[in-house]
């Protein structure tokens, strides 16, 4: 079965540092994999994915992610935090094309000024 | 914007009440989903549409009944719903394949 891991509840990182949110992932065969963000009482927006080729992807508002097979790991990362990237990020997975995603259960980011 | 729109954004149900949740994509897409997203737990899948047919249920109990009549729409129905529903429903769209998946803003759903 596949699952996501997302080992913080919560990451806390100042304005201008850089700032990355883990997730690792199990699952037969080779991963779709995304990130999505989530505003307060908002549905999720999605932000990037890794499908195949390089195993750096780069997304929306700055954000980037790398994939890691042998680590089995798709962490999300951003060069310079910025207070309005406060949110709820999640991780989300699909075994194979077809296949509905699997998410995480969220890292709350913190950005303060 | 996502192209996909929920309604309503609100819902405040009792326990005995007959409600649906609508979701509409305009994104020409051919699956279509519904997730539950409670405080302090991970987005459930319930419920896989490809192509207008149900294709996953994930163990969801029998008073949340979905529909699909086509694949620009999706309905949750929802009746004799207990306290611990209460949560914020999302739904999601994408084309079959790899596609990426786009949420709706969601229904919070109180049921009192």
């Known amino acids: 079965a596949q699952s996501v891991a997302q080992p913080e509840d919560q990451v806390n990182v100042a304005e201008g540092n850089p700032l990355t949110v883990k997730c690792t992932y199990s699952v037969s065969g080779n991963p779709y994999l995304f990130w999505y963000v989530q505003y307060p009482n908002r549905g999720l927006q999605f932000l990037l994915k890794y499908i195949t080729g390089d195993n750096l992807v780069k997304g929306s508002y700055g954000f980037e992610a790398e994939f890691n097979k042998s680590q089995t790991s798709f962490h999300l990362k951003k060069p310079s935090a910025l207070v309005s990237d406060s949110a709820l990020y999640f991780c989300a997975v699909r075994a194979q094309a077809g296949t509905a995603l699997i998410f995480g259960k969220g890292t709350t980011l913190s950005v303060s000024s | 914007e996502t192209g996909v729109t929920q309604t309503p954004r609100h819902l405040v149900m009792g326990m005995t009440n007959k409600k649906s949740l609508k979701c509409e994509q305009h994104?020409?897409?051919?699956?279509m989903y519904w997730y539950k997203q409670s405080a302090k737990k991970p987005l459930e899948l319930m419920f896989v549409?490809?192509?207008?047919?149900?294709?996953e249920n994930n163990s969801v109990p029998s008073r949340f009944s979905p529909e699909c009549p086509n694949s620009s729409h999706l309905f949750l129905h929802l009746h004799t719903l207990q306290p611990e529903d209460s949560a914020l429903y999302l739904c999601?769209?994408?084309?079959?394949?790899?596609?990426?998946?786009?949420f709706g803003q969601g229904t919070r759903l109180t049921v009192v």
């Open positions: 994104l020409g897409h051919n699956a």
């Open positions: 549409y490809s192509l207008e047919e149900r294709v």
């Open positions: 999601a769209s994408s084309q079959e394949g790899a596609g990426t998946a786009f």
